[in-house]
């Protein structure tokens, strides 16, 4: 626990009370330490340590934002309070004082971690080495991350929390003539209890399959893995669910809850009370303890998710979704631990599929149609469980609501955690089959 | 402790070489959501790196609190030490001149003097702009930062610079039979003067919002491109600059790597990456206080320099070019672009339009991806027109290209007499601001694939 942040807090909760404001205080105390991988070898580490406040006030229903750091938290208030002056009246309501009921997000073993970590990085890239010869571990990164969070309040609400991570990833590559192939492969934790070894040697692997190309079927289902689902679902999918985007008619889910959206063993939740759940917490940023919220239950939409603001605007309440993605910026509307479940198939590639490993361009889905169209990389054809070639510029074009109707999900449940710009991504699922899809390409 | 004392003790201790970038930020950001002002924010932070090198090792320490920066430079030597033992390639750095200096990048009209009132009226202006027939939803960005940086080195250089930044994004939705998005950012390095661009770019804005509104969705297949000036800039950026970073060079992760002197382009080609032109990506010295200069990358068609820091280009023997930029004082610098041009050719853009029989005229940039390893992109944009027989016939939307760089930097036929930049965000882990500009270009084939 760091006594900084819990004094700085405090300092700016009184500086509240003394000047009648009401507010809250976000605070964060982080260390993170970076091994980075060229060529075969780790190139550098970093690490950086940073503390500081997001500072919320509200006078006459209107609300300022400031940050600052240790030593200055007087003139985080004031600057906050300043700005408060240009706003329009909002009316939010901070939560109030509550029991907490505890989610396991620290383990303190991370701390042991962090000073083998150079010794966890050499072990990714002895896996990926050990595939073959002419595999080289090309580039890669472990992170170790670990810290603690406060949320205060003038309502009482003092809330705190550790919480820990640690995350590696590899690429590796292959010449093949005069051009290279590559696939990459990564885990992330709560705990470091991650083979990195085990990593290494997936990813080695996977470029390892890429030697033989093979020409692109169009009439095949597609599997994708958790890491491709995932980036669909993020920029096809879940915005639906904002409640800001339901209320201006952006979602097309609006006017829809309660209807049945997607096949029936399809599951959709966000739950950051799972316990080591990358993106789980206790409670929101905002000081709104977390529950789980469903918003796709055995393919019936259930829920849309709000922060404080939105809550109000929307005339409902939080679902514990206001996420600020550092001190320095003010909370927004964010799904924080998504889980995606299905029935679970074992084997989703049992005929002919192209099997995908990564895809570029999901960030161009359209957000308020659900259209997409990626290209499929790494991907392969698979026929009878063996991979039969890789598929180079695999073009995969089709419309997210609309397959959800006949996805079938597996059961190699995986959890990511990707940085996207200043939002970040949580989510644990498996890989997923897909129908009704355009496929184009060579 | 000073600077300058930290440095001399790390090099006792047996480093090799060994840098302390400090930083002093200021920032205000406001974002107006369909008239409302949805959140206004202001603050300062400070901070700094020490970066040691080691024998071949590498460690870099930032924090927060400067009191703690001998703690911090203690901590870089010792994770240097120990990356050492884990290293069998050697690692140097190539000599550059070094520079006693101070340089502030002028604002003809000081973004810190301006109450934010007036900036939040701005953007109220802005959109009151906007037609609600057309944008029935805005969404209004106003950010400024002025950045105080020191850097000194261990062999000798000091210098400091301030960097201010603006930027104004404008984005708007519309809705027809289905809902539509356009946006676009004005800003450059300095003050807030250069507001005054933003109700121009409002205009194109809305007009593309317009054009899509009433598209229809693409032809998908082989057929030739003409990209307007920014998604040219952009597809300079992400396909062929990415590759010429010369951290994905020297490690084998780039395309280009072995290619330097190789013709990699058609000869009416010739690309620049300069951060010393006025624009958004543009920086006076890099994050290692290396002096920053223009990179011809390719010349006419032949693969000509590379992106370099100091440590990069010691490892493929060539000149550093002030390729080092870090995000902010938490993290380490790495090998970055600034303003990516497509120098200007010699044509017009109705002789560019009257080759084409049937193509694609695509404006602005929705986003890319590529491999620099295999030397693949994919990429939107975000306006684009139907060409049929050397017409510009009917607004498209959702276009998207992809193919192979090298081959299609190969089928450039022709590019304007212009040269105009738009502004951009890079990410590699970390988020660095950029341009992204030149003339129109016409590639003669590349595959477009609509979602039909
Ligand atoms: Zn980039």
């Not at chain 1, 002056?85 to 971690?113: F, H, Q, W």
């Not at chain 1, 469980?385 to 609501?401: A, F, Q, T, V, Y």
């Not at chain 2, 810190?112 to 009151?128: I, N, Q, Y």
């Not at chain 2, 610079?161 to 708007?172: A, D, K, Q, S």
């Amino acid at each position: 626990m760091s006594e900084k942040l819990l004094e700085g807090t405090k300092k700016i909760l009184e500086y509240f009370k003394k000047r009648g404001l009401k507010g809250d205080v976000y605070g964060t105390h982080d260390r993170n330490i970076s091994y980075s991988v060229m060529k075969g070898e780790i190139s550098d580490s970093s690490e950086y340590e940073d503390i500081g406040f997001g500072v919320r006030v509200i006078k006459d229903g209107r609300i300022g934002f400031g940050y600052c750091v240790p030593g200055n938290e007087e003139e985080g208030v004031s600057r906050a309070l300043e700005l408060s002056k240009l706003s329009p009246r909002v009316d939010i309501n901070l939560p109030t004082k509550r029991d907490l009921e505890a989610v396991k997000t620290y383990d303190e073993s991370i701390k042991k971690a962090s000073n083998e970590a150079a010794e966890l990085t050499q072990q990714v890239i002895d896996g990926a080495g050990s595939v073959a010869e002419d595999i080289t571990p090309s580039r890669g990164q472990l992170n170790i991350m670990f810290g603690t969070k406060v949320v205060g309040n003038t309502e009482g609400v003092f809330f705190s929390e550790d919480a820990s991570m640690i995350e590696g990833y590899i690429a590796a590559s292959l010449p093949l003539g005069d051009t290279s192939v590559i696939a990459s492969e990564f885990a992330h934790s709560r705990k470091p209890d991650i083979d990195f070894y085990e990593v290494g040697v997936k990813g080695g692997s996977k470029v390892d399959s890429m030697r033989d190309k093979t020409s692109i079927p169009t009439d095949v289902p597609v599997v994708l893995n958790p890491s491709s689902l995932s980036m669909l679902l993020w920029f096809g999918l879940i915005r639906a669910f904002n409640g800001e985007n339901v209320r201006k008619g952006k979602s097309f889910y609006r006017d829809r809850l309660g209807e049945k959206v997607a096949h029936d063993s399809f599951n959709l939740a966000d739950d950051p009370t799972q316990d080591w759940g990358i993106g789980s917490s206790s409670f929101d940023d905002e000081g709104v303890v977390s529950f789980p919220l469903p918003f796709i239950s055995d393919g019936v939409l259930k829920n849309f998710m709000y922060d404080l603001k939105e809550a109000s605007k929307s005339e409902t309440e939080s679902t514990g979704n206001g996420v600020r993605s550092s001190f320095k910026t003010p909370p927004g509307i964010s799904d924080r631990n998504v889980i995606v479940k299905g029935d679970e198939i074992s084997d989703l590639c049992y005929d002919r599929v192209i099997k995908v490993d990564g895809v570029m361009g999901a960030h161009t889905a359209n957000f308020a149609s659900g259209d997409f169209s990626v290209v499929a990389t790494p991907a392969w054809l698979v026929e009878d469980g063996e991979k039969r070639g890789r598929l180079d510029g695999c073009m995969i074009s089709g419309n997210i609501p609309d397959l959800l109707e006949s996805i079938e999900m597996g059961d190699d449940y995986k959890k990511l955690h990707l940085s996207l710009g200043s939002t970040s991504l949580n989510m644990e699922l498996p890989s997923a089959r897909i129908g009704k899809v355009t496929i184009s390409g060579k | 402790m000073r600077l300058q004392q930290i440095l001399e003790k790390l090099i006792e201790q047996g480093a090799t070489y060994c840098d302390i970038r400090k930083e002093v930020w200021n920032r205000t950001s406001m974002t107006l959501k369909d008239g409302d002002l949805e959140a206004m924010v202001q603050g300062d932070e400070r901070g700094a790196m020490v970066r040691v090198l080691y024998d071949r090792g590498w460690g870099c320490v930032g924090t927060g609190d400067l009191q703690k920066l001998e703690e911090a430079s203690e901590r870089a030597l010792l994770m240097a030490k120990k990356g050492a033992k884990y290293k069998k390639e050697k690692t140097g750095l190539a000599d550059v001149d070094t520079h006693t200096e101070s340089v502030k990048i002028p604002m003809k009209k000081n973004f810190m003097d301006v109450h934010p009132e007036e900036k939040l009226d701005l953007l109220k202006e802005l959109h009151s702009f906007f037609d609600e027939e057309t944008a029935n939803s805005t969404d209004l960005r106003y950010n400024d930062s002025l950045v105080k940086k020191e850097i000194i080195t261990s062999d000798g250089s000091h210098v400091k610079m301030e960097i201010p930044r603006l930027l104004i994004y404008l984005i708007i939705t519309g809705k027809s039979d289905t809902i539509q998005k356009a946006s676009e950012g004005v800003g450059s390095t300095g003050g807030y003067e250069l507001t005054e661009r933003a109700f121009d770019k409002a205009e194109v804005v809305q007009e593309r919002l317009k054009n899509l509104l009433k598209a229809k969705t693409p032809p998908s297949g082989k057929m030739s491109l003409i990209m307007d000036p920014h998604l040219a800039g952009v597809f300079a950026h992400e396909a062929f600059g990415h590759a010429a970073e010369g951290d994905l060079v020297s490690s084998g992760n780039s395309c280009l790597y072995g290619k330097l002197g190789e013709k990699v382009a058609s000869e009416i080609v010739t690309i620049k990456d300069d951060p010393t032109i006025d624009s958004y990506g543009s920086f006076p010295f890099d994050d290692e206080g290396t002096k920053a200069r223009k990179r011809v990358l390719v010349k006419k068609g032949i693969l000509n320099d590379f992106i370099l820091d100091r440590e990069n280009a010691w490892k493929l023997d060539m000149q550093p070019n002030g390729g080092a930029r870090a995000e902010d004082f938490r993290v380490k610098p790495l090998v970055r672009m600034s303003n990516t041009i497509i120098e200007p050719g010699e044509m017009d853009f109705d002789e560019l339009v009257e080759q084409v029989d049937k193509g694609v005229y695509a404006k602005s940039s929705s986003g890319g991806q590529v491999s620099t390893v295999q030397g693949t992109f994919q990429f939107n944009a975000q306006e684009a027109y139907l060409i049929e027989n050397g017409e510009i016939v009917t607004p498209l939307r959702d276009v998207s290209f992809n193919g192979f760089t090298l081959e299609t930097l190969q089928n450039v036929i022709g590019i304007t007499d212009e040269m105009q930049i738009g502004i951009g965000h890079c990410g590699k882990g970390q988020t660095a601001p950029v341009g992204d500009g030149g003339g129109h270009v016409l590639i003669s084939e590349v595959t477009v694939g609509g979602r039909e």
